[in-house]
């Protein structure tokens, strides 16, 4: 399987054809089906994740619940492992499909809609019919955050409002995701005292920098640390803190009793994709140097950290991690393509450089850029200055014209971006 769709007319070097590889590599490793049937298993009545065990015969009913951009796919992954052992289930996905035993929802992303809450209601109801009988098995991933919404006294519109604002002014996921648990009535551990008395096993994909497990799609099975305190701190920090405007926070549950029953597995993370790149990198010849498994900062300043990486010939770095962007100009890109656009003006002649989201989606239908020689030469030759288009948040466009996005469509993946430097001799 080939995930980058365009691979043939980009790689038209050998340089663009290995970094390439190395990033198909990548997603290979993240695939979700790959990710779940490695690490999820019966055997009899015995379910099997990772180190932990679970006898199927002891609970009267088995409901699966997913959310976030794996959501569809880890679903029907899920229906093969467990067959008709699954009585009813709930998936909210932003892409469309269907499922045997599970309902499936099509939501929207970035922002939450009418279309999220009313199938998020589904899964509220599904949790308040389970009893201590009953196991509840739940994929969490990236995306979870505007696809599973229900607002605590306040409207869509203004989970919507405050949620661009802040993603607008660059704020981080942790900030951003500990507001909309304060927002929510259902996230910040809230999903698993709904859950409460039932056995749930909520399995994690994480799209989070340092893979805190409370920060994946706003933590809704996981205990929250975060306080009303911490969400007012951050909209004041962003000017958009008005206690006669403001929707009412909520205090996420504390009480352990809430998630005594709940076992949050890490099953999949960014650091899956960067070890199978590595090794990819290295059967192609080509010598690894550590990279940062935590990027984080403005898009267009660490594109230029990157470029201006001093790395020797027949090297290459990869690094995974999130960055943000100052949303001031009124083009169209993602992150990850301003990041690439960054990097164009300082990149070396004998150097590529990658970013890609893992979920195949950068704010539009590419997944990132790629950024070298060939780009810059043909930016000039069609007088396109990038520093114009980074001002203009206009990274799409300009890639779209000097022909360096990567399409790969919805991976069914998501475990943050992937960076890759390479430099050949």
């Not at 205990?223 to 929707?247: H, S």
């Not at 550590?290 to 950290?305: C, D, F, L, M, T």
């Not at 996005?405 to 890759?420: A, E």
Request: net charge negative; aromatic share 6%; glycine share 10%.
């Amino acid at each position: 399987m080939t995930y980058i769709r365009n691979f043939g007319k980009l790689a038209t070097n050998p340089g663009r054809r290995d970094a390439l590889n190395i990033l198909e590599a990548g997603y290979e490793a993240i695939n979700t089906e790959r990710i779940m049937l490695s690490k999820i298993k019966i055997e009899g009545d015995e379910l099997i994740i990772k180190n932990k065990s679970y006898d199927l015969s002891i609970y009267k009913n088995i409901y699966f619940i997913g959310v976030g951009k794996c959501a569809l796919e880890a679903g029907r992954v899920m229906e093969i492992i467990m067959g008709d052992r699954i009585r009813d289930g709930v998936v909210i996905d932003n892409v469309k499909g269907t499922l045997e035993r599970i309902r499936t929802y099509y939501g929207t992303h970035p922002w939450p809609s009418e279309k999220n809450i009313s199938a998020t209601k589904e899964i509220m109801e599904l949790l308040e019919r389970s009893t201590e009988d009953d196991l509840i098995i739940v994929v969490i991933s990236g995306g979870g955050s505007a696809l599973m919404c229900m607002p605590y006294e306040s409207s869509c519109q203004d989970l919507i409002d405050i949620s661009r604002t802040m993603t607008k002014k660059g704020a981080d996921i942790y900030e951003l995701n500990t507001v909309r648990k304060h927002l929510s009535a259902i996230k910040g551990g809230q999903m698993a005292q709904m859950a409460y008395p039932a056995e749930t096993i909520s399995l994690l994909f994480s799209d989070v920098l340092g893979d805190d497990i409370s920060v994946i799609a706003s933590g809704p099975t996981v205990k929250d640390g975060t306080t009303v305190y911490d969400a007012e701190e951050i909209l004041k920090k962003y000017g958009i803190f008005n206690k006669d405007n403001l929707p009412p926070l909520r205090t996420t549950p504390k009480e352990d009793k809430w998630f005594e029953r709940v076992a949050n597995i890490l099953i999949a993370t960014n650091s899956d994709a960067i070890e199978a790149m590595e090794v990819e990198a290295r059967e192609l010849g080509y010598e690894t140097v550590p990279g940062n498994k935590k990027v984080s900062g403005k898009a267009r300043i660490v594109g230029e950290q990157f470029a201006k990486t001093n790395l020797l010939p027949g090297r290459v770095q990869i690094s995974g991690g999130e960055t943000t962007v100052d949303i001031k100009g009124s083009g169209e890109g993602g992150r990850n393509q301003e990041t690439a656009l960054g990097a164009l003006s300082h990149i070396s002649d004998n150097a590529v450089f990658i970013a890609a989201g893992s979920d195949g989606i950068d704010n539009t239908d590419a997944a990132g850029a790629i950024c070298d020689k060939e780009i810059k030469e043909r930016a000039e030759k069609l007088h396109l200055d990038p520093n114009q288009f980074i001002s203009d948040n206009d990274s799409y466009n300009f890639f779209a014209r000097v022909g360096g996005q990567i399409m790969t469509g919805p991976t069914g993946s998501n475990v943050s971006d992937l960076y890759i430097l390479l430099t050949y001799k």
